[in-house]
């Protein structure tokens, strides 16, 4: 199978397990659907991303070496339904430390965003938490942006998880 085919493939829903399976016999055309999720600007190339996301929860090791190209595309990526899976995935993945910076930055930025979707939101908040854990002298300022966004732009996903973060964000600052 050949990227373009791949890009055929991911046209229907009906072929996402399909293709889910044929990645899983051939590994390298994870190469091509990353290729597609993360550099192809087609109006369906967020199903690629998508696609990435799923195969992440059955096989989470497939998805590692592309997180550091993720954090770059993160950059210049406009698509908030790639940005949603790309935070995700960076969400639920170890990441790089020289890309805190940029990732602590377009996180509050992302988050404190009213133009933003409800979960790439979260999964920015999730991020700048998981950062935390590693560099604990942001805890206080992650805080007071997410006890912010809960007080004056909340949601339902915003307070799920932001109630959850602030909890244990002030346990640790005791």
Request: glycine fraction near 2%; proline fraction near 5%; include cysteine.
């Amino acid at each position: 199978m050949k990227k373009e085919d791949l890009l055929i493939l991911i046209d229907s829903w009906e072929n996402l397990s399909f293709a889910i399976r044929e990645i899983q016999k051939q590994p390298g055309l994870l190469n091509s659907l990353m290729d597609i999720a993360l550099y192809n600007s087609e109006q369906k190339s967020w199903r690629a991303a998508y696609l990435a996301d799923k195969i992440h929860d059955e096989y989470p090791e497939l998805i590692l070496p592309f997180i550091e190209p993720i954090v770059k595309q993160l950059e210049k990526e406009n698509s908030a339904s790639k940005k949603r899976h790309f935070l995700k995935l960076l969400s639920m993945n170890k990441i790089p430390q020289q890309h805190y910076g940029f990732l602590v930055d377009y996180c509050i930025e992302t988050l404190t965003s009213a133009k933003e979707p409800i979960a790439v939101r979260v999964h920015a908040m999730q991020i700048l938490f998981n950062i935390s854990e590693i560099e604990p002298e942001l805890k206080p300022e992650i805080l007071a942006i997410i006890e912010h966004e809960i007080e004056y732009h909340a949601s339902a996903g915003i307070l799920s998880r932001g109630k959850k973060i602030v909890a244990k964000l002030r346990k640790q600052l005791k």
